[in-house]
């Protein structure tokens, strides 16, 4: 019922910005939370930033001070602002979204994120 299609992924510089989008469709009206997780190689999926239908947001520690959730209801958009981008962070970065009272929970395809040195 809810599509996601992430973009802005690709190659940055350690230092560098990348802003990350999530655009949805389908049921929205069904999703009340929005996320941000990452997956590197022989990693588990690791949660990086949540927002919820009041605007609400949550943070990993070792995103805090670095990266943003934000919300575009207009654009049915999720975005993922990442600064201060570290080799570290190299990962696939997957949007999610879910209603879990409803047994909802809805993944993008992920996009690649790669920082060099």
């Known amino acids: 019922q809810v599509q996601l299609v992430e973009s802005g992924g690709g190659l940055v510089q350690a230092g560098g910005s990348l802003r990350l989008s999530c655009a949805a469709s389908g049921s929205i009206l069904s999703i009340n939370t929005w996320d941000w997780y990452r997956q590197a190689p022989g990693k588990q999926r690791e949660f990086l930033a949540l927002?919820?239908?009041?605007?609400?947001?949550n943070y990993a520690d070792s995103v805090k001070g670095r990266f943003t959730i934000s919300r575009d209801n207009a654009k049915n958009t999720v975005y993922l602002q990442m600064n201060s981008l570290k080799p570290e962070n190299t990962a696939v970065y997957y949007c999610r979204a879910s209603r879990r009272s409803f047994g909802l929970v809805y993944w993008g395809q992920g996009t690649q994120v790669t920082v060099s040195s």
């Open positions: 927002i919820n239908g009041g605007g609400s947001t």
